[in-house]
């Protein structure tokens, strides 16, 4: 039995007036854990706070898995996730002290939020992880396209699953995996835009990473730039 699983807490991207067909990340994450066969996968969906925690925690308790991996897709803005026309969302920060909280009892590893602009708050991922057992979120800091954040969140969990444990406490260890992850995409693709001008924005300017590697002392960074300087993407190698 594998020691590993994905949790999968999704927010509504469109309403059926919209979107009858109603499009999930759900198939995708499927189709890598058949492909890999290294890990499980728990699936929700949630609305508001409520529901989140209720998700998040039912999973969490009803979990064998040693090592476990956090997928939050959902509708972002500002500091507001699964926010759109219809749902007013939900505190950036309300989400992160639930995360929190439960890494204290349950090895939550890694966190990926596919969200529309969460990635500019580091400053809040560099607190939700301090102290916890997260090793790593990962996010869009721009509006992005839904079909290719998703292939890339893909990449991601298919490389930051395959990361030895004894390789959490070696922070350029986890950058490589990341690495590995990105590099199949060009850094100059442009996934989004921001909101307020509408300006194209390129994969390299859209993406966030905090790390916290395991170990005594070990406090949590902003590595964004170490991410993009290692794929060549900052225009320093």
């Known amino acids: 039995m594998t020691q590993k699983a994905l949790l999968v807490l999704e927010g509504p991207w469109w309403t059926p007036e919209t979107n009858p067909k109603r499009p999930s990340v ?6 890598l854990e058949k492909l890999t066969g290294s890990f499980n996968v728990y699936y ?3 609305y508001e706070i409520a529901g989140f925690k209720r998700a998040l925690r039912d999973d969490l308790t009803h979990t064998r898995e040693k090592r476990l991996f956090l997928y939050i897709a959902a509708h972002g803005s500002g ?6 026309d219809y749902y007013s969302g ?5 989400i992160l002290a639930e995360l929190k909280n439960l890494a204290q009892y349950k090895n939550l590893e890694g966190v990926v939020i596919g969200s529309c602009e969460i990635g500019n708050n ?3 991922f560099q607190d939700a992880v301090t102290g916890s057992r997260i ?3 990962f996010g869009y800091t721009c509006e992005i396209n839904w079909l290719v954040s998703t292939v890339i969140d893909l990449s991601v969990f298919e490389h930051l699953v395959e990361l030895r444990e004894s390789s959490l406490s070696d922070q350029a ?10 590099k199949r995409f060009n850094g100059e693709y442009r996934i989004g835009h921001d909101k307020e001008g509408g ?3 390129e994969l390299k300017n859209a993406v966030s990473l905090v790390i916290q590697p395991s170990g005594k002392g070990k406090k949590p960074r902003d590595v964004t730039d170490v991410l993009t300087r290692k794929l060549g993407w900052s225009g320093d190698s």
């Open 90 to 94: 939900i505190q950036l920060k309300t």
């Open 173 to 182: 260890k986890i950058i490589g995996a990341f690495v590995q992850a990105l």
């Open 79 to 84: 500091r507001k996730v699964a926010s759109s």
């Open 122 to 124: 580091t400053h809040d």
């Open 199 to 201: 300006r194209p924005v």
């Open 135 to 137: 090793r790593w979120i």
């Open 26 to 31: 759900l198939p995708f994450i499927q189709g």
């Open 44 to 46: 929700s969906n949630f």
